[in-house]
């Protein structure tokens, strides 16, 4: 007999955005410059940074803490992970606008560290160098010689789909659509998000990504309570489709299946041509519209959300 196929499979090549520009790059990339990137040079650093929450949970639930950008600290009763930690002022010329909501040097010792691609606002590095995990950190596959000289006791690369178990913590690497290279040239270094999953409670994280068919294969595959969705940078001077915008953010959450969308990927550094502003003020009016509201939250950078 044979077998259907399944609707929620998408290929492996329909992950990848490829690294060329689009048509008109010249034209956004200057508007870049003079509209976000100058401008940018002179603004005053917004939010406060906080000392993080060092007791648990209660058992049953998670604490989320934005850092800011696509930063997170997750604790659950027994375990904590950060994903894709960035304390840093500058990428470049491009000037960080609002403060890491924790202080990194109280930041305790976590389980993990989970970094979902190799690009620089990611892969962080002298922030990684500070953090402690007992049992390492975890990279999507080909990325793993650029962090094993930071001091981690041991260094995990993934492929799409793999999973971790440390004690009751559980980490699955889930796909998306975007791009690994840290260089022009490393094209084989991988890139995607994570489940993470501890005392009954599931957190995704998406790392960066443009809307893709493979959100509805990841919620036929898990569970999942809580969604980290991108809604910034979407209109990417390279025109390349690599970001969501906030409308696809929450058509992905709905795919996804989730109970929970908090959004991240947005106002901690300007990345794209879109005004500061707008990514929370278009996510919450299309939430309104498709009448998820009540599961949209959107957190300041240091205030820990228990759920």
């Not at 799409?160 to 178990?165: E, N, R």
């Not at 919620?219 to 309570?225: E, Q, W």
């Not at 795919?255 to 919450?284: C, Q, S, W």
């Amino acid at each position: 007999m044979k077998k259907e196929p399944d609707p929620s499979f998408v290929p492996p090549g329909a992950r990848y955005s490829g690294l060329l520009p689009q048509k008109g790059w010249p034209v956004r990339n200057l508007k870049f410059l003079r509209h976000r990137v100058v401008p940018g040079m002179f603004r005053r650093r917004a939010g406060n940074v906080l000392e993080p929450v060092l007791a648990p949970p209660e058992d049953g639930k998670v604490r989320v803490t934005w850092i800011g950008h696509a930063s997170f600290f997750l604790q659950f009763a027994g375990h904590s992970v950060i994903v894709d930690p960035n304390w840093a002022k500058w990428h470049g010329p491009v000037k960080r606008h609002r403060q890491p909501g924790l202080d990194l040097h109280g930041v305790p010792e976590v389980d993990l560290v989970l970094v979902t691609h190799a690009h620089f606002d990611h892969l962080h590095k002298p922030s990684l160098k500070i953090l402690q995990a007992r049992e390492g950190i975890v990279v999507p596959q080909g990325s793993g010689s650029l962090v094993k000289k930071l001091g981690f006791p041991a260094t995990y690369e993934m492929s799409v789909w793999d999973q971790l178990q440390f004690d009751q913590l559980e980490i699955v690497h889930t796909p998306s659509h975007h791009w690994g290279a840290r260089f022009l040239h490393d094209t084989h270094r991988d890139y995607g998000g994570y489940i993470v999953r501890a005392g009954g409670k599931s957190v995704f994280h998406c790392g960066d990504s443009a809307y893709f068919g493979g959100f509805a294969e990841i919620g036929v595959k898990h569970n999942i309570d809580i969604a980290l969705m991108p809604i910034g940078a979407y209109e990417s001077p390279s025109g390349r489709d690599v970001h969501m915008n906030p409308e696809e953010a929450a058509r992905a959450f709905i795919d996804l299946n989730a109970k929970l969308l908090i959004p991240m990927h947005y106002g901690t550094f300007p990345l794209g041509n879109e005004p500061h502003n707008e990514p929370v003020e278009r996510l919450l009016a299309e939430a309104d519209r498709l009448g998820i509201s009540e599961q949209v939250l959107v957190p300041e950078e240091g205030v820990g959300i228990e759920w």
